[in-house]
C-alpha cells in the first residue's frame, strides 16, 4: 500500500500533520521506535490516525514489527508520559521530531535517523553549522590542549562544535566550543535528567546555558553500554566533518569517524608521536583516507563547499527538495545577493560595507570595524558562505 506518510523527514511533525496524536508520539518515543520500524508503520497503516487505533497485534502482525519493540511501545507507563510532560514544561526543554523544521538538517539525511530528539538548552543550535571532534577518554596533557585550541578556533569561525561529553577529548572539545562564538553541543547516551560522568555536572549545565544537550534516549534512561557506539551516529550525522585527536585503535572515537566517512562527511586527523599508542587511530583514519591536519586552516578550507551544502539543507522545507535542479523561475544571481545582504547581522553588514573589490587582510578589517579577531573570522566565513566574499591566501577577503 503506498502510504502519503511516507516521508517521514517531513510528515513526523505536528505542524505538518494535524492528525498526528501527541499520545501517538509519546508512545513512539518513549518506547523507542526506530527509524525503520516507524517506517514499516506508515507503509502499513493510511494514516496516523489508523495507526493510532491499531492495536499490538495489528503493529506486529501488518507492520512487521518484532513483538518486543510493539510491546514496548504500547507499556509505556502513565508515569513515563507525566515525567515527560512535567520535563517539557521546563524553559528550554525540547522534544524535536524528525519531520519538525527545528530538526538538524544533515541529521536528517543518515540512514537510520532518530525519530525525535530531546534537547535541552538552546533550540536554534540545532539549524546551526557543527563540527564534531572526538578522541581518547585517556588523552595526552598535549593532545587536551590541542583539542581546546582546535575547538575554540572552529567556534570562533562559526561552527557549532559536537561531542559525547566524555571525559578526555570530548571535555577538551566542549571547553573549547564554550570558549569561542559559537559554542557546543553535547550528544549524550543517557536520559537528559541524568548527566554521565558525574563528574561533568558542571560541564553539562554550561552547555545547556550557552549551547544545548541532545539525546535520543527517553528521560530516566541509564548509561547503558551498548546506547555510546549508538548515539556515536549522532555526533557524526549532525556534523559537517569529524576530528579525531587521539584515540586507540579499537575505540568509539574511531567508530564515529568510520560513521563519518559511511555518512558522506568529511574526517579529518590529527597525527602524532610513532611513540604514542594514542596516535595509532588517527594514523590508521589518515591510511583510509581522512585528511591530515596541522592546523585549523587545513579544516576551513575543505568546509566552504559544505557550508553552502548546510544553508541549502537548512533553508529547504524537505531535504529531498535541495536534490532538485533549479527551475527556469529561480531567483537571478542580483535577486539572490540581495537576499543575501537582508540577512546579514550588523557585524557582517558593516565588513561588507568595508570590503572593497580588492584584497583587505585581516589586520585591515579589524582596524576599520573595530571588531575582535575571532568576530571578524566569523563574520567574514558567513559572508563568504552567503557567497557576498571570496578567501584568499594569507588571511585575505575579496568582495565578490
Known sequence: MTSPLTDLHTSFSLEAAPDLSPTLIKRLVLGQASFKNLTALVHAF?????????????????????????????EVSTQAIEALDNWLLQPHHHLVLLGDAAYPPLLKTIVDPPIALFVQGDIGCLQRPQ??????????????????????????????????????????????????????????????????????????????EQGALISEYPLGT????????????????????????????????????????????????????????LARGPHAMIR???????????????????????????????????????????????????????RLTTAERSLYQLMEYEAVSLDQLINLSHLSAAEVQSSMMMLELAGLCQALSAGRWQRC
Open 46 to 74: 493510511p494514516s496516523w490516525s489508523a495507526m493510532a487505533q491499531a492495536d499490538q497485534q495489528a503493529w506486529s502482525h501488518q507492520a512487521g514489527w518484532r513483538h518486543e519493540a510493539a510491546k514496548r511501545c504500547f
Open 131 to 208: 563540527f564534531a571532534i572526538v578522541g581518547s577518554r585517556h588523552a595526552t596533557r598535549q593532545g587536551l590542549k590541542m583539542t581546546e585550541d582546535f575547538a575554540c578556533a572552529l567556534a570562533n569561525a562559526g561552527l557549532q562544535v559536537v561531542s559525547g561529553l566524555a571525559r578526555g577529548i570530548d571535555a577538551a572539545a566542549h571547553l573549547g566550543g564554550l570558549a569561542g562564538l559559537a559554542g557546543t553541543i553535547a550528544v549524550v547516551g543517557t536520559g537528559l535528567d541524568q548527566v554521565y560522568p558525574k563528574a561533568h555536572q558542571r560541564l553539562a549545565a554550561q552547555i545547556s
Open 222 to 277: 541509564p548509561p547503558l553500554r551498548h546506547h555510546f557506539p549508538q548515539r556515536n551516529r549522532i555526533i557524526s550525522g549532525m556534523a559537517l566533518g569529524c576530528l579525531v585527536v587521539e584515540a586507540a585503535l579499537q575505540s568509539g572515537s574511531l567508530i564515529t569517524a568510520r560513521q563519518a566517512l559511511e555518512q558522506g562527511r568529511e574526517v579529518f586527523a590529527i597525527p602524532g608521536s610513532i611513540q604514542n599508542s
Open 288 to 342: 583510509q583516507g581522512a585528511k591530515l591536519v596541522e592546523q585549523v586552516d587545513d579544516i576551513l578550507e575543505e568546509l566552504v563547499p559544505l557550508l553552502q551544502k548546510h544553508q541549502a539543507l537548512a533553508l529547504t522545507p524537505s531535504h529531498e527538495d535541495a536534490k532538485l535542479p533549479a527551475s527556469p523561475n529561480s531567483p537571478s544571481r542580483s535577486a539572490t545577493h540581495s537576499l543575501a545582504l537582508d
